[in-house]
């Protein structure tokens, strides 16, 4: 028997940073270390997107990501490493073009897999504390992962349409 409830439904994919400064190329590895370290089954994310834009699987689709309170058992979580600043504190918006390609890619191809998706960054899974149906900034519970996936992923499939 499995550990765990297997994911039924996938309904949204979540981008997050590793939070980590752009000096450090970490990949599934060593965040599979740090999240045991936090005491979860080895790594939370279901991918990881190095420095070089390489992609890592990290643990299987079917099986509920360490990710973010609440939605993990209807979400995919992904990883750009990075994150912050040289202080590992202080979130700075910091990815390499590889990276944002990388992600392109796998957003891609996961929403072609889950026709109804929503792509969300993980600020944007904070609770709305005023009830307005709008996370706004001072409600996130962190930064991560300090860019605004759902418009750049909407910007991106916009310019890709009018090319097609
Ligand atoms: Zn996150």
């Not at 590895?29 to 070089?52: P, T």
């Amino acid at each position: 028997m499995p550990a765990f409830t297997p994911i039924k439904s996938v309904d949204y994919l979540v981008v997050h940073c590793s939070a980590t400064p752009a000096t450090r190329d970490i990949g599934r590895k060593e965040l599979d270390i740090m999240h045991r370290q936090r005491g979860f089954m080895g790594i939370g994310y279901h991918y990881v997107i190095r420095r070089s834009g390489v992609v890592e699987k990290g643990r299987p689709d079917n099986q509920p990501g360490a990710h973010v309170e609440g939605f993990n058992s209807r979400s995919l979580g992904i990883c750009m490493v990075g994150g912050t600043k040289p202080d590992g504190k202080t979130a700075e918006c910091n990815f390499t073009p590889e990276q944002y390609a990388a992600l392109r890619t796998l957003l891609g191809t996961l929403s072609e897999a889950h026709p109804k998706v929503e792509v969300v960054g993980h600020r944007d899974l904070s609770p709305d504390k005023n009830k307005d149906k709008v996370i706004s900034p001072n409600e996130w519970l962190k930064e991560c992962p300090t860019f605004d996936a759902p418009s750049w992923w909407a910007g991106y499939q916009v310019v890709h349409q009018a090319h097609a």
